[in-house]
């Protein structure tokens, strides 16, 4: 069977792994955690970053930073994954969903204006796939109204809008690196922290409520209880395996690009024949390889792809059951038709792209795909 997704091992994660267990300090913030906040604030020039636990908890702090309330109103996509939602539902606040562009499942700004109110306090925009949203348009509202912009570039990484890099451009980002996205560590997460007032909250409320940091670094002489929050910080164990996984980006990504380059190859002529569609990359973005998807015409036609895909032995999968149509949310939106996530549901899928896929296997896959569809 051809898994939908496989983790990889770079090289030295499991020597890192040792290292950090050898050297008595495993808890969080230890010398494998200040490699990898070394390796974002140089390499994309973010201003600060923080390793979470997950991009489920670095979009909570980012809840917690923002001091959303009940009645506060959060405006977001509904083709998202739940953590997008439940980080501002968790903490009171009315989600509005937005409807993706017709072109690509990201989210279309133009309908952003029209749901802003006294109330509104944030647009959580979601890079899909890597492929940036259009961020002059949100930015631009965000200063015309007096908002807050975060980033679930959980998807994220090593991509860029007009040259600037994802994570990087809203006051708060959320990167994943759980074991389906580009980079790993199992579970893990990364919070930038672009806007420096949120500097200092950032620390306190990852690290129990208390400025243990400012404490460690010798700015206060004993440290203590100074506002709610949690406990965000990952093992320097989880942060010793992504720092093998850093080491090796470059080489990670380019074997990710040639995997997307090669379907893309092998299936512009269903595109061009009018049978299904390949993903769209906008002038201003890049792509990072996060995920092949193809659309297919309705759902039918998916699901008999997928069986004929499982016939023989590749899994591909699909995802992103409207959130605006959820058990938990349906009853709480303000009913209006959002039809371009209800079309990615059905229509999107994803195929299997991972570091150690081979390029036979590819070739494997795009045949079946063609043979169905031929
Ligand atoms: C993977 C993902 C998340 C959640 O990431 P975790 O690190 O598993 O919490 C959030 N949002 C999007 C868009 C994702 O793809």
Known sequence: MIPFNKPYLSGNELEYIKESVMSGKISGDGVFTKKCHRFFEEKYSFPKVLLTTSCTDALELSALLLEIKPGDEVIMPSYT???????????????????????????????????????????????????????????????????????????????????????GIGHLGAFSFHETKNIISGEGGLITVNDSRFSLRSEIIREKGTNRSAFFRGEVDKYGWVEAGSS??????????????????????????????????????????????????????????????????????????????????????????????????????DGRPLPLTDYYTDTLLRLPLYYELTDEQVQYIIHHILQYFE
């Open 232 to 333: 965000f910080l990952p093992s320097d164990i989880i942060a010793a395996f992504l720092a093998a996984q850093l080491e090796n980006l470059d080489a990670i990504q380019q074997r990710r690009k040639s995997i997307w380059q090669q379907y893309w190859d092998g299936l512009s002529r269903l595109q061009e024949a009018g049978k299904i569609r390949l993903p769209h990359i906008p002038d201003y973005a890049t792509n990072n390889a996060h995920m092949f998807y193809i659309i297919c015409t309705n759902l039918e036609e998916r699901t008999g792809l997928i069986q004929h895909l499982k016939q023989n032995n590749i899994h591909a999968v699909f995802h992103y059951l409207s959130l605006h149509s959820s058990p938990y949310f349906q009853e709480k939106h």
């Open 81 to 167: 994954f739940v953590s997008t939602a439940n980080a501002f539902a968790l903490r009171g606040a009315t989600i509005r969903f937005i409807d993706s562009n017709p072109d690509n499942p990201n989210m279309d700004v133009s309908q952003i204006e029209p749901l802003i109110n006294e109330n509104t306090k944030v647009i959580v925009v979601m890079h899909y796939a890597g492929i940036a949203c259009e961020m002059d348009t949100v930015m631009a509202l965000a200063d015309k109204y007096n908002l807050y912009v975060v980033e679930d570039a959980a998807q994220a990484i090593d991509s860029f809008y007009k040259g600037k890099p994802l994570g």
